[in-house]
């Protein structure tokens, strides 16, 4: 069973930034962290979990983004250290959520494609 766990969470500014990181260990379906597609999402207060960004396996040539996060986010992966990166530049109070990492077997934006989860890491955007 793969382990996600998720850090870097914390209060900043609008106009601020932050880096979250997620480490990784054991596997999931059978795969190890390099040949899994790691995801970062997010639920905000009442409403549902979305897609944020996306990371293709191994070489990590294929990335994905929300519209609402392109060009502020970069989703980035150090297969040697299992672990996945969010560095997250510009923030809005809309980017207020909980963040959560996840793995699974596409590059794809769909949350039910992911089949191992993090526990999430809060991200509050205020002044």
């Known amino acids: 069973q793969e382990q996600l766990a998720e850090s870097g969470g914390g209060l900043v500014q609008p106009g601020g930034s932050l880096r979250l990181s997620c480490a990784a260990s054991?596997?999931?379906?059978?795969?190890?962290?390099?040949?899994?597609?790691m995801g970062w999402f997010r639920q905000a207060p009442g409403k549902e979990r979305e897609f944020v960004a996306a990371?293709?396996?191994?070489?990590?040539?294929?990335?994905l983004y929300a519209d609402s996060v392109k060009g502020r986010f970069t989703i980035s992966r150090d297969n040697a250290r299992n672990t996945l990166y969010l560095q997250m530049n510009n923030l809005k109070a809309e980017d207020t959520a909980v963040y959560y990492c996840?793995?699974?077997?596409?590059?794809?934006?769909?949350?039910?494609?992911?089949?191992?989860w993090g526990q999430g890491t809060q991200v509050t955007v205020s002044s």
């Open positions: 996840a793995s699974g077997p596409l590059t794809v934006t769909t949350a039910s494609t992911y089949d191992a």
């Open positions: 054991g596997r999931s379906s059978g795969r190890t962290f390099g040949f899994s597609t």
């Open positions: 990371i293709g396996a191994w070489s990590s040539s294929t990335t």
